[in-house]
């Protein structure tokens, strides 16, 4: 069945606006018809404006074996959030 | 048959042949090959339900007797039913039931197509709405019958099989209304107009399917004067059992 049906990855764009986030995956034999599970599967309920599939072998993917030289870098570099200095009062909410 | 009855059994009609291949639809929840289609087909018959309950409610308002979508969906004898016969027929394999949704659905899309701009506001209320939906079950159903008619041999061998079987049922659609005539114009769509169309869209997917259209056979007719096929009694008793196990009952 998985050789005929491959994984795929969905992506769906809630709202104008927003960035198409990743909400899960299926099988399906081509695009097109993974297109239409996806609308079948993930958009029941009025989530999505736009759909993103693809392959999930067509994913790279971070090894989890690595990431300490991936991620643990930033970890200590605190001056990277924008939190050092005063936000003027008339500024407001951010 | 004065002009309400007309348009009373031109709408109960389209209303039965959506009932019932709802419900032949959803025989397929929890059944289907796999999970995104046990989605996918469930969501069609929800669709086709949609539209026959906005249709049976329209029909009752119509009759003026009172009776509710439930009791024209639930309440009526197999006699009653109006629904074409190709709908009732059983699902038979994943062949068989796309085959039959694409024949009906191409056919609904251009019906609703038409109906949009009927002379009654609340039909083309209606089939503004549907059109979309149809379109989609269009859609889905097409690019099934290309992909099992342009398959493995079996899914070939399988979709060749269900063409010749439910030949018979095709020109049923298109047969003239009699209530037509009776009819304003402009009320409902003329179904043997939609022929040609309906034609060409399907000898499209057959071409890219790489199925041989159908051998001209005789066809069956009937289920628009009630007279049903054996397998409708089955499909009613399931579909009508709890109105008529516990009458009125309502959750």
């Known amino acids: 069945m998985t050789d005929e049906t491959p994984l795929w990855e969905v ?8 960035a ?5 995956s299926l099988h399906a034999a081509d695009e097109v018809m993974a297109l239409q599970a996806a609308r079948d599967v993930y958009t029941r309920r009025g989530e999505g404006q ?5 392959r999930s072998a067509d994913i790279t993917a971070s090894d989890p074996a690595e990431k300490g030289e991936m991620f643990e870098p ?12 005063d936000i003027p009062e008339d500024v407001g909410h951010m | 048959m004065n002009h309400r009855e007309a348009l009373l059994t031109g709408l109960l009609r389209v209303a039965d042949d959506h009932l019932i291949l709802g419900h032949r639809v959803s025989e397929w929840c929890g059944h289907a090959p796999m999970l995104e289609e046990d989605l996918a087909l469930p969501n069609i018959a929800l669709d086709l339900l949609g539209q026959a309950r906005a249709l049976y409610t329209y029909a009752g308002e119509v009759e ?12 009526r004898r197999e006699r009653e039913y109006r629904n074409l016969l190709l709908v009732e027929r059983p699902n038979g394999d994943f062949a068989h039931t796309m085959l039959k949704q694409l024949y009906f659905s191409s056919f609904m899309q251009l019906w609703w197509t038409a109906a949009c701009g009927s002379a009654d506001a609340t039909i083309a209320g209606i089939s503004a709405k549907a059109v979309k939906e149809s379109a989609y079950h269009v859609r889905h159903s097409a690019e099934w019958v290309i992909r099992l008619g342009d398959g493995t041999q079996e899914s070939a061998a399988r ?12 020109d049923e659609m298109f047969a003239p209304d009699d209530v037509g005539s009776t009819l304003a114009p402009q009320m409902l769509p003329d179904n043997p107009a939609l022929r040609a169309s309906w034609d060409a869209q399907i000898a499209t997917v057959f071409s890219e399917a790489t199925i041989e259209p ?18 409708m009694g089955f499909l009613l008793t399931e579909l009508q059992y709890m109105q008529r196990s516990y009458p009125g009952a309502q959750w």
């Not at chain 1, 992506?11 to 927003?18: A, E, K, Q, V």
């Not at chain 2, 010749?164 to 049922?169: G, H, K, R, S, T």
Request: hydrophobic content about 30%; charged content about 25%.
């Open chain 2, 159 to 170: 979709m060749a099989q269900a063409v010749e079987d439910l030949a018979p049922y095709v």
């Open chain 1, 20 to 24: 198409h986030r990743h909400c899960g």
């Open chain 1, 50 to 54: 736009s759909v993103w599939v693809v």
């Open chain 2, 214 to 231: 159908h051998v001209p056979r005789a066809s069956i007719s009937g289920g628009r004067d009630g007279r049903h096929g054996e397998e």
């Open chain 1, 74 to 85: 930033a970890e200590t570099k605190v001056y990277r959030h924008p939190s050092f200095y």
């Open chain 1, 11 to 18: 992506f769906i764009r809630p709202r104008n606006g927003l």
């Open chain 2, 64 to 75: 003026g007797q009172g009776r509710t979508e439930d009791d024209l969906a639930y309440l």
